[in-house]
């Protein structure tokens, strides 16, 4: 079996991935594959429940806050924010735009109203994030919108941005559960589960109940939090599978790792070893990201030329390394490290960068 570094969907623990084999075959509880059981059975009820139940633990969540599973991706958290908080207001809303992420979500918010680009990281090849003394936040925004961690580019956010008094919504799709934050200081999470915290197919939204006070008359019922909230995430047929898979990570994350604050020291140890390579590798890989804006989650790096990052790939895959190759719009090296990776290997990547170096760098 390949290593797999892909920046889209994350691997998942090994223990969780025998259990998900398992539970295709047959839930034992139920005595039925999980492919087959039905949205509306008890048994159902109970793993949204606990799901959530370990998700808030994890954070200590609040009460004052809701915790919701949906569908669409993250894409689709692009337009319901702003349907929710933007559409027929007299507000702005402030958008950072730090990456390919974070300028998606613009467009769609203009489709909802007034928004304000408050930062924008183009000029700068989104290779850093704003320092503080760049950010003139207004007081009277509907909210501040930004991206936790830029998947593409490998840039992440070591302190949160924004004014506590105003609405702070953030999509933390690529980092969420990999490390501990003050779930008080935001209004709105969102967060797709194909990195860390399961497969593709639902997005965990975390929000402020009073938030829902603003919401507007007329949406459609499917985009209307309130919906998914009153049903408890069982409004119309949820994706089962995903979350059931996402309760067992939960589980891992809780019972095997001890909690957020262990999985962020791996995290970092993680990439840790990644960047040291970069560092010390006399200028053969070139991190993309300013050092202070590191990612813990997506390490991005160039070689010296493209025939080189294609010897790269090429010999990569041979040794069992996967998805490596740099987003489509960016090109280069970017090794995920999403939480289910090993610190293993990850020192095996490293050996593998090392002689990768010392073969080729003149
Ligand atoms: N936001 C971030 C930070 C992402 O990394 C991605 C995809 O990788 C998205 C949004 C889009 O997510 P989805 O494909 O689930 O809509």
Not at 34 to 42: K, N, Y
Not at 114 to 133: A, I
Not at 288 to 305: H, K
Request: net charge negative; with cysteine.
């Amino acid at each position: 079996n390949h290593l797999n570094f892909s920046g889209g969907p994350g691997v998942l623990p090994a223990t969780v991935l025998a259990e998900t084999q398992q539970a295709i075959e047959c839930v034992p509880e139920v005595g039925l594959s999980i492919l087959g059981i039905s949205h509306r059975s008890d048994w159902f009820a109970g793993v949204v429940d606990e799901a959530e139940r370990n998700i808030r633990q994890l954070l200590q969540l609040p009460e004052s806050h809701a915790v919701l599973f949906l569908q669409g991706g993250a894409t689709l958290q692009f337009s319901m924010i702003p349907m929710l908080l933007l559409r027929h207001r007299r507000q702005t809303a402030d958008y950072l735009r730090t990456g390919y992420w974070s300028a998606k979500a613009i467009p769609e918010a203009r489709l909802e109203g007034d928004v304000r680009v408050l930062w924008d990281g183009e000029p700068w090849g989104f290779r850093r994030l704003p320092r503080p003394d760049e950010l003139a936040y207004s007081d009277t925004a509907a909210y501040l919108h930004y991206v936790s961690n830029e998947t593409v580019e490998g840039i992440q956010f070591h302190a949160i941005p924004g004014l506590d008094r105003v609405t702070r919504v953030c999509d933390m799709s690529s980092d969420f559960l990999s490390r501990p934050f003050d779930p008080e200081r935001f209004d709105l999470i969102y967060a797709h589960a194909q990195k860390n915290i399961g497969p593709a197919g639902v997005t965990v939204v975390i929000l402020r109940r009073d938030l829902l006070h603003r919401a507007p008359d007329g949406l459609p019922t499917l985009l209307d939090y309130r919906t998914h909230l009153n049903a408890h995430s069982i409004y119309n047929t949820p994706p089962v599978f995903a979350i059931y898979v996402v309760l067992l990570v939960t589980r891992w994350l809780l019972n095997d790792i001890g909690g957020l604050d262990r999985m962020d020291a791996i995290n970092r140890q993680k990439a840790a070893s990644l960047y040291e390579v970069i560092d010390d590798s006399d200028g053969f890989y070139d991190g993309w990201a300013a050092r202070e804006d590191r990612s813990l989650m997506n390490v991005v790096f160039r070689l010296p030329t493209a025939d080189l990052e294609a010897a790269f790939l090429h010999q990569a895959t041979d040794q069992g390394f996967s998805g490596l190759k740099g987003h489509r719009s960016l090109g280069g090296i970017r090794a995920s490290i999403y939480n289910a990776m090993t610190p293993e290997a990850v020192d095996s990547l490293c050996r593998f960068m090392w002689e990768f170096a010392d073969a080729n760098h003149s």
